[in-house]
Structures are given as C-alpha cells and as structure tokens.
C-alpha cells in the first residue's frame, strides 16, 4: 500500500488514546525524567503553526528519554483563569467557564492530532475547583507564615506569636514591614485581638497594604506591569493610571538573596539568568535621612554611593510619596496636583524608559542636609519611582546625568564633589584616589570613606548600612471574576482565613461580570455570598500567575483530595528535569514559581531548592507574510485593480496584506483573492510575463491581522502531523526566531514517503530482508544512531532531520531493506514520526504501540571504522584513478599490488620506476 499518512496517523492516534499508551507508570524500578512545557491559556482562536514548536521539542525528548529507559513523566495541562475569558464573557454575556471549556476542547483537539505523547490522565486545569483548592490552601500557608532570617526561611506564625507572648518583639530578625512596633510580652497580651492581628499583617508572607498599582477602569482591574504597554492595557489599548488601593501582596522580597543565589544552580539560558539578576536588582550602600523639620519627620533615602553625600543639593520625591500632600505649600499646589495628574497615565516601565523628557514639580517645601544641616529643596519627577528603594533620591547633578540634566532644566544648584574628580572607577569595579575639600574623608580611599561616613551618620542617627532589592513584593489581587477567590473574611476591618476544611471557597454567580454601579469588584454581585451570613469575603480575585506558581507539583498527583500532591510522588518526581517555555516568563512566571516552591521547601511540603533544573526558550516562529499591491490613482485613491510583485515600481501603488493561505511559492490564486473580501469580487490584475500575480513577501510576527497565520489543522489534513513535526524542526534551532514558509514544507513529506519506500516494493507491497547487512549498510545505520542521539542530548533537532535525509538516500542507494537495519532505523527516527514509525514498527512484525518503550540503538564504533580507502594513484604527480586497498596493508605489500596493477601497467608502459611514494590512508605517487 502507498504512504497514507491520514488513515495511518488517525489510527495510531486512537490506539495511543484508547490504550493510554503514554500514562506514566507510578513505579520507582526505572529512573525518572520530568518533562514539563508551559501549559497555554486556552483561547478561541486556537494554536498556529508557531505554538507547537516547544511541545514538539519536548515530545521528542521525551519519547527519546522512554526510549532510554527512563520512566517519563510529560504532562499537559491549561492556564484557564484569566482576562480574555472574562473579557468575551462581559461582551457576551456568556459565563466564562463556557467558553474556557470550549476553547481547551478545541486545543485538544489540535495537540492530539499532533500527536504529542502527553499522560492526558494527570491533565490539570487552574480554573477547576479541585485544582484551585489547593492554590487557596497555599494561600492560607503563606498567610498564616513569616519570614525569619536567622532561619533563613519562612516558619508558621504560631511561632512568632509564641515568640511575642513570652519575649515582646525583642530578639525577631524579620523581613516585614517598616512600621513594626516594639513591645513588651505584657505588651503584647495585653493587646486587643484586633492589636495583635494589625501588627500580625506586618510580617504575614501574604498581607494586605496600601500599594500603587497600575488601574485600569475600562477594564476594572489592576494590571501587572508588563499588561500595560505604552500607557495602555496590552488587551484592548484602554488608559492605564497610577492609584493608590488596598491590595493584597506577596512577601516575595523575604526570598530575594536566595532567589539570586538560586540563580547559580540552575542550567538555565543566560540572558534569562541575567534578566532576573537584573530585576531582582541586589544593591549594597546606605539608608540615609534627609530631616524635615516642619512635619517632624524625615525623608528616607538609599543610595549606593553615600560618598557623594556632600554633592546633594535636592532631593526628589515620586509624585505618589507618602509626604507628598504634607510637603506641598498652597503657593505650589496646583502645580504638583496637575504634575502628579499627568503621571497617573504613565506606567513604571514607561517612566523607566523615558530617558530623554525632563519634567518635575517644586513641593515648595525643604530639607535639611543630614551632615551640613543646610536647606534643600525637594521636588517630585516621574524618574523617581515609589516601588524601587524608598520613593526618594538625593540629587547629586556632579555625580549621576540625570540628576545633572534635571538640575540644568530647573536651575537647580550643581555642587562639586571631589569624588566625581578624583575618585576613578576601574574595570574590576574598585574605586581609586582620594578625596578632597570633603570634610573629615579628606585624603580618605574609597573604601575608607564609605564605612567612616555610615559610622556618622548612625551617630546622628540618620543613617545605616543597608542592601536594598529593586524588586518589589509581588501584587496578588485583581479586581475581576474570573480567578481564584482569596479564601478570606473580614471582621472589623481586618482579615481572617476560613477554615481548610472549608476549601475550596467557589466562585459565586453574578449576573454580570462587571465592577459594580459604586466602582466595587464583580464579586460584589454575588447575592448573600458572605460568610457565615455575616462576614464579608475578600472581593478581589488572585491573579493570573497565582495557578501557574505550582501547576508542576499537581501533575504529580492530580487526583489527590487529601493534598496538592503525595509526599510520595513529590518525594519521586522531585524537580523538573527538562523544562520548555517562551522567554516572555523571565521577571513574571518564573520568580514567582521559584519564590513559591521555595516557602513550600521551606515548610516541609517538597524537597526541592529550585523546581526547575534545566530550562530552554524556543525561539519564535515568525509568519511570512504576502502583499498585494493596489494601484492608486492620480489623486491617491486606491483603485480595484491589483499589479503584480515585479511590476508595481511601474505605477503609484499601496502594499496590502494578504492571507497566506490563498497564495501558493508566492503566487496568488486570483479566483481565491476576489472571494476574499466582498469589495475585491470585481478586482482586475496586471500579472507577471508568465500570466501568474506574483505577491510581495515579508517576515513579520503571526498575527491575524497580517492575515499570515498558518493553522497546523492545515497542514496536517495536507501534509500529516510527522511532516509538521518534522518541518518545524528542520526550520533551524530550537532557540532561535525563524520564519515559517510553507513553501518548503513539500521537501520533507517527500522524505517520509521515501522513508516508507524502504520498506516496499516497486508494487508497494510489503517487503524486508532477513539477509544479514552489509558493511555499508550497517555504517549508515550506525552513522544517523550516534548523529541522531548527540542531537538530541544537546537540543540539536535540526541537524537531526538533515542527518535522517542523509541516511535514507545512503540506504536507499545501497537498496537496502534489510530488517536488522531498518528495524533499528525505525526506533531513532521514532521520536520525531512517531505516526509512520509505529506503522512501520507492526508491519515488521512487533507488538503495537510497544515501539514507545522499545531500547534505543546501541551505537557500535566498529561500524563506523574504515577498514579500506581508495588511494588517489598519481603519475609524476598527476593523479590517474583511485585504487581501494586494505588500510591494514604496509608500505611493501602496497607497493607489489599496486605495479602488479593492470592499470599501473598501462599507464607506465615499460617505464622504469624511479620512485614510489605511499602515505598511509592519503596518496600513492609513481614518479617514473
């Protein structure tokens, strides 16, 4: 029979389905591997072509890895709370579960028709109850646990409570927050229960404070910073400002020098690696106070370089600082109320970037100098952020450019420092020289300096050493409905957990999935959701990263009521061996995932430091994109007649995208391109000499709205999933952006059904050799075994489909089908067409579907060693023919069996020999 890869595909892909072919034995006889891919967010719009590309790297080396040996565990699951859901449901009416479940069977349908070997029985999803009761129950740990540095980790807050009734606050080394109080243990017992839970709260991992975040009342939630673009929420472009709420956060600071130290542990892409670094940001330097003796308060700042402090001559506040409203005198009110409007519309990351714009408000307000005692002024600017450091800088314009530009713009004073003179940074980072006209640190090192001058500075009590982070605690609420609900009450203002029993604390209907008439969260429309008909619930919803900081563990033991995964199966599977997931996660996903993990070692839950061992971002598969070129007319209006690529430099024209399915190695079909849009049905064209519309092209991102995504349900109904699989593979390395051309994809179908063609006859019958195989046969084989497993070891899958193309037409050429060959080629090629191997695996006689835990080809080096070589014979140094000898022959051996040659013979014609020249394993030269 010919190579039929729809009927062949759909039948393995059912076997697979109805056997569980892929469900991970729970044994401890074989070695685990863990091989996670970041499980995707559901949308309508299903998968292009340019999803799968980590799932089937993955696939591979998972199948590899059985292959192997090892007991696999390759699960797949969906990130399905989230914004877009709630967004349709909101425009629709359409509860968001609806279309989730819709949109999952819809991506199911499209990764089993690609034949993925995923364990579907430990399938996960976030938005379901019985997965997000365990996410509300770490929740619960991580409100109910603080952080203790001398442990150097989270414990209970029992602890910390017992702590305070028998100690008071004396001996706690906390991170917690900067308003903690000191008290006595009568103190402490002596407080009413709603004291002790307010001071509680300022050491909770999980905690209510007052935050700026970035809202965005179109779509009636808090966003993270990297959903805000530009000013504007990601999803639907709608203003984003600064504002002020109660929010809930997670403590994710008390894990900073461990989430850095965790950093050299992991085999994790370094780019990624330094963009964490970056982002967690550790700085060693100084607190220092600048009094405010007005409000009889003081404004705090860190700096790393406290050896400038005699160049300061301003500080600046962020527009949202606490003292701001306090600092500001009625004669510059209106100036910092409309400053501090404007940078509402900003976000973090756009203040950040803004490099170049010079803007700030007088508060009208001073401060004094912590060392001179002289008055300095103090403004707000949007470059000063009140999430990084403390809100305020000390301004030193001789020492740091922006300072310096800001001073320029406002006509600030710039005093010189003797630092910025004299004291030279080297490139090992060390300072050199000595200052002067710097009060006592006159003729002081760097290094002097800056432990004399904190030692000052903690005499006047206004300043201390101190390592700041630039990373923040984490927002953990968001103002819609569709997401975990925060398994929390209130009483008297303050929070209280429900009881675990109680999990999980379901979603409640509403009859829309809006924020209320009075501006409260959707949940808010719950009818008498309270608890215990009394008590109001927490109505913000955990955000989107909350079901995704654990999902691994879940997949251990999806079905576990008692708890989120066995000590057993955690105690197995322990950390992810292998995982595979786009580089956009690096600052989001990722630090939250090890900063979670991380507290759930720390209580004893799992054994692990770092959940994932070894981490690659594929690379983007871009679309390409095709242009039609629309001719215009003498005043710029576009005509309906199109002209062709090569002729459009002729005429004033307009490119406009295309839809790629309608054209074909950049043809267009015309027929096609006028059903393609109503206004186009009465097109005319200017076509090439050869009568085709040759389109424009273009790499640019896959997008619908460049009308240049590729579905793989496409593909597959043309081409089959092993040619898709393969395909993009052979597209170029893993990590690598490369675009997706469909052009090419003919090349590779016509390799499989030269694949199938070993195994056949001319009239497509079945047919293999029992015949034992030649020496060439076997080095062919032996050559794609080692090729093929060095690959894959070192993520290499594009140099894996060329060596296939080279082994079969090697085998092809020798017309080899013997069994003990292809038998074995079959396994290596496995991995990649899992489809056409099984089939080909049951024609040659096997059991079905056992060819996913058959062994790997054992590559033997003897195969591979010449055992002869064709010496290039020349004459005088003019090379005649090659001659094959045995490389075991020596020097005088060669020489009789070559001059006893007929062709030698010939050539010499009677000529005596005056010399003979023989390099083993090179060339044979006669000079006669």
Known sequence: ?????????????????????????????????????????????????????????????????????????????????????????????????????????????????????????????????????????????????????????????????????????????????????????????????????????????????????????????????????????????????????????????????????????????????????????????????????????????????????????????????????????DAQKEAVENYIAITKKKSELDRMADTKTVSGAFTGSYAKHPISGEAIQIWIADYVLASYGTGAVMAVPSGDQRDYVFAKHFDLPIIPISDSQNIEEQADGNKDGRYINSDFINGMTYKEAVPALIERLEALKLGKAKVNFRMRDAIFGRQRYWGEPVPVYFKNGLPYLINEEELPLLLPEVDKYLPTETGEPPLARAENWKYQDAYDYELSTMPGWAGSSWYWYRYMDPQNQEAFASKDAVDYWKAVDLYIGGSEHATGHLLYARFWNKFLKDLGYVGEEEPFKKLINQGMIQGRSNFVYRVLDAEGKGTNTFVSYGLRNEYKTMPLHVDVNIVSNDALDLAKFKDFRPDYKDAEFILENNGKYICGTE?????????????????????????????????????QAKPWNTNGIEGVYKFLKKVWRLFHDAENNFQVSEDEPTKAEYKALHKIIKKAEEDIERFSFNTSVSAFMICVNELTDLKCNKRAILQEFVKVLHPYAPHITEELWSLLGQQAGQLSYAAYPIFNADYLVESEFAYPVSFNGKMKFNLPLALDLDAKAVEELVLANADVQRILDGKAIKKFIFVKGKIINIVA
């Not at 900067?178 to 002596?190: G, K, P, Q, R, V």
């Not at 593909?715 to 395909?727: H, K, M, P, S």
């Open 1 to 329: 029979m010919e190579y039929n890869h729809k009927s062949l595909e759909n039948k393995w892909q059912k076997f697979w389905a109805d056997h569980q072919t892929f469900k991970v034995a729970d044994t401890h006889e074989k070695p685990k591997y863990y091989v996670l891919d970041m499980f995707p967010y559901p949308s309508g719009a299903g998968l292009h072509v340019g999803h799968p590309l980590g799932y089937i790297a993955s696939d591979i080396f998972s199948r590899y890895k059985r292959l192997k040996g090892f007991n696999v565990l390759h699960p797949m699951g969906y990130d399905s709370f989230g914004l877009p859901a709630e967004q349709y449901a909101i425009q629709t009416g359409q509860h968001p579960a609806v279309t989730t479940e819709v949109n999952i069977n819809r991506y199911r349908e499209q990764l089993d028709n690609i034949g993925f070997s995923f364990d579907w029985s430990k399938e996960v999803r976030t938005s379901d109850a019985d997965y997000y009761k365990w996410t509300q129950w770490i929740f619960m740990q991580l409100f109910n646990a603080w952080y203790n540095n001398d442990a150097d980790k989270a414990v209970p807050i029992e602890e910390l409570v017992k702590h305070f009734a028998s100690h008071g606050s004396a001996g706690i080394k906390a991170v917690a927050d900067e308003d903690i109080a000191s008290f006595t243990a009568a103190e402490w017992n002596a407080f009413s229960e709603e004291e002790q839970q307010k001071e509680l709260l300022k050491y909770r991992l999980a905690f209510l404070r007052e935050s700026t975040v970035n809202w965005c009342a179109a779509l009636g939630t808090v966003l993270a910073n990297d959903e805000v673009i530009g000013g504007v929420s990601e999803r639907g472009g709608y203003p984003v400002e600064q504002k002020k709420m109660m929010q809930w956060s997670m403590r994710i600071t008390a894990y900073a020098d461990r989430l850095l130290r965790g950093l050299d542990t992991v085999d994790w892409p370094e780019p990624l690696i330094e963009m964490q670094r970056n982002w967690i940001g550790k700085s060693v330097g100084a607190s220092v106070k600048f009094p405010v003796p007005q409000l009889d308060t003081a404004i705090e700042v860190f700096t790393t370089r406290v050896d400038t402090i005699y160049g300061v001559s301003f500080v600046v506040l962020a527009p949202e600082h606490e003292l701001v409203a306090a600092l500001t005198t």
């Open 699 to 735: 790499v640019e991102k896959m997008s619908k709205s460049k009308f240049n995504v590729v579905n793989p349900d496409d593909i597959i109904e043309t081409y089959g999933a092993d040619t898709l699989r393969l395909y993009e593979m052979f597209l170029g390395p893993l990590e």
